[in-house]
């Protein structure tokens, strides 16, 4: 799994394309289902205009909930215990990271993991 993946999941539930987020759980297999088929040039606009996104409050809720959840897999890391569940660092690290994009007004490569 690749951390574009991660970070376009956390995407799609900030723009209600899907409705639940658990950060617990890797990205599900039916992304690109959710999006205009480039396979066979389905038009954009259509998808484009019915996109909603999440209240600034559910963002920045979820955005508290990731920092946190990273900070704990960090700390938990730093003092060389295993992480509650099967989940990897990584997950967390690039949901928190495409929420922290959302909000901020920084380039993707300027937004700092960790």
């Known amino acids: 799994m ?6 376009l999941w956390m ?5 209600n394309l899907i409705q639940e987020m658990d950060f617990g759980d890797y990205c599900k297999d039916f ?10 040039m389905a038009p954009t606009i259509p998808f484009i205009r019915n996109i909603t996104l999440k209240t600034i409050e559910e963002i920045t809720e979820a955005l ?9 897999a960090i700390q938990l890391r730093a003092n060389q215990q295993p992480p509650p569940g099967e989940v990897r660092e990584y997950v967390i690290e690039y949901r ?4 922290e994009w959302i909000v901020s ?5 300027k937004i700092i993991n960790s």
Not at 11 to 15: E, F, R, S, T
Not at 64 to 72: M, Q, R, S, T
Not at 96 to 99: C, E, G, H, I, N
Not at 105 to 109: G, H, N, S
Request: aromatic share 12%; proline share 3%; glycine share 2%.
């Open 2 to 7: 690749c951390s574009s993946d991660l970070s």
């Open 64 to 72: 508290d909930l990731a920092y946190y959840l990273n900070w704990g």
């Open 105 to 109: 007004e920084e380039d993707w490569d």
């Open 96 to 99: 928190r990271k495409a929420l």
């Open 11 to 15: 995407l799609a539930w900030c723009m």
């Open 31 to 40: 992304l690109s289902d959710l999006l205009p088929s480039l396979e066979t």
